[in-house]
């Protein structure tokens, strides 16, 4: 029942047809190949229901943490933390994703209004969340966070194409703290 939930409110959006690459000096004057790009809109993250039971939980959560802290270090600044905690993690819970457009090509990876290019990535994953995936690339530098993209059913074998031109594969699971973010649903 949870993952019917969770999957209705995915929405995904084909664009049906390849398209160009972007504008490259280089390759000016050559038909694109279809083979090699792909353009596609989905939502920029799984939006987990949460009724009004998640929000009354964290509010008491936020306030045992809170209490908590004012017993053993009798300061007010740490239960202002916390308290402010509280509330971020309640207003960002309560955001609605956006969709997004999508473009894979042989430079890299377009999202939104953001390039990644393939050499700033060692490897890529694909993340099955239930019937929704998405491919996650694995940065090189250490302090770089993952960059993920959803895509439809449909669509996994062709992204593996073009991506796996550039990027090796590598099987990967959820870690510790995206399991614990799925099971708090956030």
């Known amino acids: 029942m949870a993952d019917q939930q969770e999957n209705q409110s995915f929405d995904y959006k084909p664009s049906g047809t390849a398209v160009a690459e972007r504008p490259n000096p280089q390759t000016a ?3 694109p190949d279809s083979r090699s790009s792909m353009v596609w809109t989905a939502s920029e993250f799984i939006e987990h229901p949460r009724g009004a039971g998640w929000y009354v939980l964290l509010i008491v959560i936020t306030a045992a943490l809170a ?4 017993l053993i270090s ?9 308290i402010l905690m509280g509330i971020i993690i309640g207003v960002a819970a309560g955001r609605k994703p956006r969709q997004i457009q999508y473009e894979l090509n042989v430079q890299g990876i377009h ?6 290019k393939y050499g700033d990535f ?3 994953s694909i993340i099955r969340e239930g019937s929704i995936s998405s491919v996650e690339f694995s940065p090189i530098k250490k302090t770089r966070l993952p960059v993920a993209a959803y895509f439809g059913p449909g669509d996994e074998e062709r992204i593996v194409d073009i991506i796996g031109q550039h990027l090796p594969y590598e099987e990967r699971q959820l870690d510790s703290i995206d399991r ?5 649903r956030f």
Do not use: M, T
């Open 67 to 70: 209490a908590g802290a004012y």
């Open 74 to 82: 009798k300061e007010y600044f740490a239960v202002a933390v916390i």
């Open 180 to 184: 614990l973010s799925r099971r708090l």
């Open 111 to 116: 999202i939104g209004d953001k390039f990644y």
């Open 29 to 31: 004057g050559q038909p």
């Open 122 to 124: 060692r490897s890529f």
